[in-house]
């Protein structure tokens, strides 16, 4: 169809526009003569660019579809989703140890509840607080960094203050940190229902003390000769809440 129009159509409307201005075979007056030149004309142009408009829209291929790849948000937050020491009975007392067979006293459920406790005194210092809020088990605890460092606060199980290397693992029975050797320097352990051992490097102004395999020990020097199992695999990051296999 469109040849047809640029071949023989418009040939037709030039002819037709000579012929009526050459011959005047219908004899119109000049304004009709004019008149009819002007519509021809414009019934050209309307044909012609109907004809260029078509050819340019077949001659443009579609845009190709693109796929815009999914970015991640730059500051998205890659920790483990990890789970928390829980209380999943109605327990009425509750034993606190530090370190295996060490040092163990005992609070009931409400007294947690009301307030926190500081279950470990170490003259006038009190280096653990412990409270719970519903049945979560929460820690406030200094533990050492290592000789030279400043000591590292956790709050509510969290870290106050993000050491580089350092890693937090945990499930329902135990929460635990290590340093960036991988070496557990805080334990909370659910030995059952009612019974939480507490190991690590407790830190206080003037002195620390330690919960590990043996019991437990004040002052330490070092070299540290005593013994804390790791109770997670790590990075956290890729073996959340996954136990070694003693």
């Not at 169809?1 to 000579?18: D, H």
């Not at 659910?190 to 507490?198: K, T």
Request: net charge neutral; aromatic share 10%.
């Amino acid at each position: 169809m469109p040849i047809f129009l640029e071949r023989y159509i418009l040939p037709l409307l030039a002819g037709l526009t000579v012929v009526i201005l050459a011959t005047n075979p219908f004899r119109f007056d000049l304004i009709q003569q004019l008149s009819a030149i002007v519509a021809v004309i414009c019934i050209a142009v309307f044909v012609g660019q109907t004809l260029h408009k078509r050819s340019t829209q077949q001659a443009t291929p579609p845009p190709a579809e693109t796929t815009v790849p999914r970015q991640e948000p730059a500051f998205r937050d890659r920790s483990p989703q990890l789970q928390q020491p829980t209380f999943h009975e109605n327990v009425d007392r509750v034993h606190f140890t530090l370190g295996r067979n060490g040092l163990t006293t005992t609070y009931s459920m409400e007294q947690l509840r009301s307030q926190p406790r500081e279950p470990f005194v170490m003259g006038e210092n009190k280096p653990v607080k412990l409270y719970v809020q519903g049945d979560r088990l929460f820690a406030d605890v200094t533990v050492s960094a290592g000789v030279g460092q400043p000591s590292i606060e956790i709050r509510r199980n969290e870290f106050t203050v993000r050491v580089p290397g350092w890693d937090k693992n945990s499930d329902q029975q135990a929460l635990e940190i290590v340093n960036a050797q991988h070496q557990p320097v805080f334990q909370m352990i659910y030995l059952n229902n009612f019974h939480v051992q507490v190991n690590g490097f407790l830190t206080f102004p003037g002195g620390m003390v330690v919960g590990h395999n043996g019991g437990m020990t004040s002052n330490p020097s070092p070299p540290f000769e005593f013994q804390i199992d790791r109770i997670f695999k790590y990075p956290s990051a890729q073996h959340p809440g996954e136990r070694e296999t003693h």
